[in-house]
């Protein structure tokens, strides 16, 4: 069947991982049928990473096609590369029209977008998620403003300004902030009392004034999801976190290079006495120290207890070399199935693990996939600890 033939239901499922502009480029001009079709569908609109002359040109398409506007539900527009984009878009165009649009993104945000934005951010009222990098601190303003939307899926570059201009809680689900310090984290906490799911990029603790002694312990209890992409942050300051995160069931921390986060035991203590619904544990712990080898063998040695292997199936591995070690959660059973599912082209594989659901997985697969197994554990569940 000709792809112009399907039917207009599957078209739009079809459209739904397409930039707008290409479809338009592909589709407008092909017939009546997709002319009219185009019209009168939901529109992904991202002009990130696009030359000027066709942005220009989409946004001819719009001012000729005033029907599109109430059709577009995203819309990313970037100053990376493409200086002035997000104040031309928003010259040209009245972004107030744009009715059902629930997801708005910013690159390189300054401050005379904002100037621009605030008066239409009132008009956006179906704005469901809303994410901006800046480019200028001045553009961050804009952050206590959000806050009197009903943004549920909010990513921010920062918030330690800015705090005493907020004088309401948010009703945001999911936040990722770039970065940000202890403190505004934590008042940060008290302004969106239903978040369930956290990110940050950079958990930095170089403000000396950090102190956890005199901070009212505060339950974040609908959180679910804490990620931490990098931190320079002391244990004890996590420590002091997690305790206010008692229904947390995912925490993952990469790249932290504080010597103290590597205690097996002190992590057992904690998850036991403050993260009993805590079931995935993922990180990646780095040690600098002159430590002996000997002696980073131990430690490291703790985290491959029961507690971590068995009661928990947290499989953790970890490297040490002249000069730093390094201590890591290895991918489940399930979490190898999934890669393997998502790169069935794959030529070969290195596996140091197996068991019954990945090996049935490779007898199907066979005739694409050469299998290099160095440790090989089969078995009928993922229980059974036997080695063949």
Known sequence: MHFEFLPNEILIECFQYLNAPDIFHSFDQLNSRFSKLLRNIPLHLNFQRFKTNLFYEFCQIILSNPEIKQNIISLRLSNDGRCG???????????????????????????????????????????????????DDKSLKIIPILFQFKIRILTIPTFNSYLRSIDKTMSGTSLTISEIHLLPLYKLLEYVPMLKYLQIKD????????????????????????????SNVEFHIFEFLLKCFPNLKTFSIMNSDEIEMIDANRWQYLIESSLPYLHTFKFNFLDYSHTCYDEKVIKLQLF????????????????????????????TIDDLLLILKKCSKLSMIKLDIINQKIYSWIQTNASMLNVYITFTRISGNDDDDDDD
């Open 85 to 135: 984009q997000i104040k031309s878009f928003l010259s040209l165009i009245s972004l107030n029209e744009f009715i059902h649009l629930r997801s708005l993104s910013f690159i390189d945000f300054n401050r005379h977008n904002t100037e621009q934005l605030l008066p239409i951010l009132p008009f956006l009222s179906n704005l469901y998620y809303f994410s901006f990098t800046f480019a």
């Open 203 to 230: 958990f930095d603790d170089s403000d000396t004034e950090d102190d956890t002694s005199n901070l009212i312990h505060r339950n974040a209890v609908y959180l679910k999801t804490f990620i931490v992409d990098y």
């Open 304 to 331: 491959q207890t029961d507690f971590w292997t068995k009661q928990h199936q947290w499989y953790i591995d970890f490297e040490i070399d002249c000069f730093s070690a390094a201590v890591y959660t290895i991918p």
